[in-house]
Nanobody
């Protein structure tokens, strides 16, 4: 099995910074794209940022220039550095990962999600 465990959420004042981490563990052959999503109350889950295995990235327009995403392949971990936080960034942040596993001799790609971590930005 595979688990994604997030950490680093919390309460911060507007203009502050937080760094989220998400570590994947378990039966992993390799990891393709890793990403961060967020969901605010009453809103749909939206993509915040993603990083591919070749380290190319993409960001939601609302976070460009403020957030960066990086990964440590040796640790199967993805990070989201959030700077200049705004109250509208308040949400539960979820990581996901496209994980390649070998199951019964067959290689397949599976999508996994973390449990979510709350980020609250006060004005």
């Amino acid at each position: 099995q595979v688990q994604l465990v997030e950490s680093g959420g919390g309460l911060v004042q507007a203009g502050g910074s937080l760094r989220l981490s998400c570590a994947a563990s378990g039966s992993i052959f390799s990891i393709n794209t890793m990403g961060w999503y967020r969901q605010a109350p009453g809103k749909q889950r939206e993509l915040v940022a993603a990083i591919r295995s070749g380290n190319s990235t993409n960001f939601a327009d609302s976070v460009k220039g403020r957030f960066t995403i990086s990964r440590d392949n040796a640790k199967n971990t993805v990070y989201l550095q959030m700077n200049s936080l705004k109250p509208e960034d308040t949400a539960v942040y979820y990581c996901n990962a496209e994980i390649v596993r070998v199951v019964l001799g067959l290689r397949g790609t599976y999508l996994y999600w973390g449990q979510g971590t709350q980020v609250t930005v006060s004005s």
